[in-house]
Each structure stands twice: as C-alpha cells, then as structure tokens.
C-alpha cells in the first residue's frame, strides 16, 4: 500500500458503496470495514474488478464491540492516509428502548469516537491525514421523532467542530457532512420526502469533490441547508407544535 490508502467505515451501506467506487476510480488504495463481511467481501471483489491498479482489504467490525476495534486497527499494517465514516443508526422514538437507548447513542458518537480517535492520534503524530464523517441535519435541532438518534448526531457534530479547532494550522482536515433524507428505495410514495431525497451517487460526488476542495461543511442540498437555517432559528413555542 502507499500514502493513499483510506479506511472506509460502514462501506457496504449505499453511499458507501458509491465512495468507494470515486476513491478506487482517483487511484486510492481502499481498507473497507463492514459489520457484513459477506457485503463487504462482495464489494472487494467488484472494486478489484473493475480497478486493476488499486488495493483492497477488508475488514470486519462492529463498533459497539471495543474489543474488536482494537483488534481490527492493530490488523492494519500500514496505516491510512484518511478515514471516511459513514456509520450511525436511527429509531423510531417510540420503539426507542426496544433498541436499548444506549446502544443508539453508542452507535452514533460514543464507540464511533472511540474506533475514529486511533486514526486521529496516527494523522496527529504525522501532521498529515482527513477524516471525513457523516452526520446529519438531525443533530442541529432535537426532534420528537428520533431526538436520541439526533443528540448522539448533535455530540458527533460539536466533536469534528472541536477536531477542527485542535487541528488548526495543521495539515490535518476535517470534514462534516450533514444529509438529509438519502434515498435508499425507489419506491417511497411520499412526495415530500422524493424532494427532499438525495440519491447516494449524488452524495457521494458532493463529498469527493467537497474534499478536494476542503470544504469542512458539506449539506446534501441548498434546499436542506435552507430548511435548517430556519429550523434553528424558530421560537420554541412554534418549533414544539412542529410534528415532522
């Protein structure tokens, strides 16, 4: 491997997916980690298909498991230039503690910022690397419908704004990516929803050419960034009475 290799974190999910396929086609050596080692096994394959110049390993986690994170980056030789995460879980706030609230928060912040800080303190002892993380429009305003799934966004959120701040002057770059509904099905009859869904192949453009850019904020759409702008600044009063 060389000094382009990145890690991929929840690779096998579709946008995932589609990064994988723009980092493979710029030349970059890809480390996928999956929870699906079958998926994730899979996508090997079609990237070596495809992209005979490129390596690629693969990895198999599941970041609520410490144990393993340690194991998984310790198996990592050669360390990566950058790490792409793309990991998180969202509920339905009634069936939250069927899905053991902790768990949600442990998924989307906690164990995440465990696994992303062995990168951070490598790109740190180099002064060189990116992390690039998806988060979502959902932590910047807690909402009735998945507010434990949007605080543990809200602590990811004010986490990569901190990296950002300590990393100052640096030639360390973080990126905050903040979506909003991202199509995963072709057959969702909710017309406001279809608007406002972006298609992975899309995101995953934005994101790379975000990159190369160095852009540190990076909304799926103008629409959302409009949508959240007065999301965050309407009264509580009228905010509470919102059902969305």
Not at 53 to 76: A, G, H, K, R
Not at 164 to 189: A, C, E, H, Q, W
Request: proline content about 2%; glycine content about 4%.
């Amino acid at each position: 491997m060389n000094k382009k290799t990145i890690v991929i974190l929840g690779a096998t999910c579709n946008l995932g997916v589609e990064l994988s396929f723009i980092y493979a086609k710029n030349n970059f050596n890809l480390i996928l980690i999956s929870r699906n080692s079958i998926k994730n096994q899979e996508l090997k394959n079609s990237l070596q298909q495809k992209f005979k110049n490129i390596s690629v390993l693969t990895y198999e986690l599941d970041i609520l498991n410490l144990d393993n994170q340690n194991i998984v980056y310790n198996n990592i030789k050669e360390k990566p230039i950058g790490i792409i995460s793309l990991i998180g879980e969202t509920h339905n706030v009634e069936k939250i503690y069927d899905k053991k609230l902790i768990s949600i928060i442990n998924v989307n912040f906690t164990n995440l910022i465990n696994f992303l800080s062995y990168f951070l303190k490598d790109f740190e002892k180099r002064n060189e690397g990116f992390l690039i993380c998806v988060s979502s429009v959902a932590g910047l305003r807690g909402r009735s419908k998945n507010f434990i799934y949007g605080s543990a966004k809200s602590a990811l959120i004010t986490f990569l704004s901190g990296c950002r701040s300590y990393f100052n002057n640096t030639n360390i770059f973080i990126m905050t990516v903040l979506p909003g509904f991202i199509r995963n099905s072709k057959d969702n009859t909710n017309r406001i929803q279809n608007i406002l869904q972006i298609e992975p192949s899309v995101l995953a453009k934005k994101i790379f050419l975000a990159h190369k850019k160095k852009k540190e904020i990076v909304y799926s759409s103008y629409l959302w960034r409009l949508i959240m702008l007065i999301i965050q600044i309407l009264p509580n009063k009228i905010f509470n009475k919102i059902k969305f």
